[in-house]
């Protein structure tokens, strides 16, 4: 298996560069209606996940209208087992700031 690597901000990412390359048959459709989802995404990318390329996680962020993404260092494709303390910070940093803008009152 051929590895590369790449780099999200000061985050180094191995990725196995022979699979996910081709993308599925449904990828035209789901990148045209992703484009719709207003609701609050948090992108989340294990650094060593080598099931799913990392810019494919980036696309999909990139995609996405009101999206956040982020690299969860050390874990791989379940980075929410490999690294669950990052992957919960992350979930619950996109909750609170859900809440504080959906009620303005509570940010006091």
């Known amino acids: 298996m051929k590895f590369e690597m790449t780099k999200i901000g000061s985050i180094k990412i191995r990725y196995a560069a022979n699979r996910n390359e081709g993308k599925p048959r449904e990828t035209p459709a789901l ?3 992703v484009t719709r989802i207003e609701a609050p995404v948090q ?10 390329s ?8 990139d995609r996405l209208p009101n999206s956040r993404f982020a690299v969860i260092p050390g874990a791989a494709h379940y980075a929410w087992e490999d690294n669950p303390s990052d992957y919960l910070n992350k979930v619950l940093s996109l909750i609170k700031e859900v809440e504080a803008n959906a009620y303005p009152a509570a940010k006091s």
């Open 31 to 33: 990148e045209r209606d």
């Open 54 to 61: 990392v810019t494919n996680s980036q696309r999909l962020a």
């Open 43 to 52: 992108v989340l990318h294990g650094e060593c996940d080598t099931f799913v």
